[in-house]
């Protein structure tokens, strides 16, 4: 299954208590910590211009609360795609990020009980499909991993690390390119 060539919008949630610890999230569900619920308030802001239609999350808590953070600018519904969940990482979560990931993006090992990167490029594929099939422009609010598998996908390098809650448009490849691009929304200023 290949990518929609249809353009979108990606937002990271924000950050977690295991984000600022460097610590393996996948499937354990951590809330928001201060810091990320900031991030959210000023996504929300940022994208406030953007003439958003649909938005569809991770029903995991620190994608949807993001989502549904931004979704109040928009007074829009929040729709979910359990495929967009974070990857499991097996034993490996609640554990620091470490040379194994590269390993693991590159699809030489997976993590005892996790998920391996090939099957996260196809869910990932199939709910960026879902989400992209209804009325845009859409809004995908979700996790750094899937965002990797995104970018394999996409004809990008996987393994960069995308920050927190910030707006990134996805735009299909120009003819004759091979590779999707990747445009950063400047973020709003803070608000006193």
Do not use: C, K
């Not at 910590?33 to 994208?47: I, M, Y």
């Not at 490996?92 to 996790?114: C, S």
């Amino acid at each position: 299954m290949r990518l929609n060539p249809i353009p979108f919008w990606f937002l990271r949630h924000g950050e977690t208590d295991w984000n600022a610890e460097g610590r393996s999230q996948g499937r354990t569900d951590i809330p928001l910590n201060a810091v990320g619920r900031a991030q959210a308030e000023r996504a929300a802001r940022t994208l406030a211009p953007v003439p958003i239609a649909t938005i569809v999350a991770s029903p995991l808590s620190r994608a949807l609360v993001t989502a549904r953070t931004v979704a109040a600018q928009f007074n829009l519904p929040v729709r979910t795609d359990e495929d967009l969940q974070e990857v499991s990482f097996g034993e490996q979560e609640g554990l620091p990020m470490g040379d194994w990931y590269q390993d693991w993006t590159d699809g030489l090992m997976t993590p005892p009980g996790g998920e391996s990167f090939a099957a996260l490029r196809d869910r990932t594929v199939a709910a960026i499909n879902r989400a992209t099939a209804l009325p845009g422009p859409v809004l995908v609010v979700a996790h750094g991993a899937l965002w990797r598998a995104f970018r394999a996908e996409a004809g990008l390098e996987a393994n960069i690390r995308t920050p927190n809650a910030l707006p990134l448009f996805a735009e299909p490849p120009a003819p004759g390119a091979a590779a999707w691009t990747l445009t950063a929304l400047p973020l709003a200023a803070e608000t006193v």
